[in-house]
């Protein structure tokens, strides 16, 4: 066992060694910029039962198989320049505990557009012979994009400003993430943006995620009614209000249908609803109502979103 462990710290370490040659190697390219503090403050919401993937880079390759996902959130009211949301993972188990994962996210906003770009690399330690009990260790590496649509804009668009947004720099940071599964508990923990986490330039700027962590159980029942699983989770925001989220999702017909809700102290709530063909194909609807402070201003939120599972 201890053996064990070592061999791990060394290929953990190999992999930490790597992350670093690679943003060295993206500072000296002079068109990157290191640890901006933006990062998601209201995830997807597949996040929390079907893609987790998203929040924690640890639970790339966790499953056998080629794992794609993609969802589409926005405002139910079709207003000009509502919030869009896109995302796109793929993750695959390599072989010989490691998984490894790609993570695409764009979300736009009137005029701006964001998108994050993110390699992932994840090691699956087993803690016991059968391998049920593992132990899982990930890292993600990104670039983050932000543009100004010039096309759309109503003014100047010679406007020096406009310019110098748009030729600003792509930010480079990292993600960590870590998980203990045993195929019933769930317990996890990940630190989005680490860089801009630590930067002093950050800590004054308000409205961040700083951490995310996790527990869950599931409880196999039977056929027709084929499993609960009750979750509590924990999102630090840099500058406000920590939030808790607390729900369950409910998985009927031999895992062809499930329901899902969750009620978030930020005031308001999810709801959603999937089915699953033969553990090849899945589709989500999901209903998220807006937070509180929100409700005069923004409209409650939709998303569509679609899992395919490949070469299991």
Not at 268 to 288: D, E, K, M, P
Request: aromatic letters at 14%.
């Amino acid at each position: 066992m201890i053996l064990q462990i070592i061999k791990t710290m060394k290929s953990y370490i190999v992999a930490g060694i790597g992350c670093l040659m690679f943003s060295i190697t993206i500072q000296q390219a002079g068109a990157q910029s290191l640890g901006n503090t933006s990062t998601l403050v209201d995830p997807p919401a597949t996040q929390y039962f079907q893609n987790q993937y998203i929040g924690n880079p640890s639970f790339a390759g966790i499953d056998s198989g080629l794992y794609i996902n993609g969802a589409y959130r926005r405002q139910l009211k079709n207003d000009p320049g509502v919030p869009v949301t896109m995302s796109f993972t793929a993750d695959y188990l390599v072989g010989n505990r490691v998984g490894a994962g790609l993570n695409v996210y764009r979300d736009v906003a009137g005029l701006i557009s964001r998108t994050r770009v993110s390699l992932t690399y994840a090691y699956h330690m087993p803690l016991s012979q059968t391998g049920q009990q593992q132990l899982h260790f990930g890292l993600s590496a990104g670039l983050r994009n932000d543009r100004l649509d010039i096309k759309n804009i109503n003014g100047d668009i010679n406007d020096p400003s406009i310019g110098m947004y748009n030729r600003r720099d792509n930010y480079f940071d990292g993600d960590f993430g870590m998980a203990y599964t045993d195929g019933h508990l769930n317990l996890q923990a990940a630190l989005p943006n680490v860089v801009g986490y630590f930067s002093k330039e950050n800590r004054e700027i308000a409205n961040s995620a700083t951490f995310y962590a996790a527990a869950s159980y599931r409880f196999y029942i039977g056929n027709e009614f084929t499993s609960i699983e009750p979750k509590a989770c924990f999102r630090g925001v840099r500058g406000y209000d920590n939030i808790f989220d607390f729900g369950a999702n409910v998985v009927f017909l031999d895992n062809w249908v499930n329901l899902f809700g969750l009620y978030h102290t930020s005031k308001n709530y999810t709801l959603g609803a999937g089915f699953n063909f033969r553990s090849a194909v899945g589709v989500q609807l999901i209903y998220t109502s807006q937070t509180a402070g929100l409700r005069s201003y923004l409209d409650n939120n939709f998303t569509l979103a679609l899992t395919i599972n490949l070469f299991n």
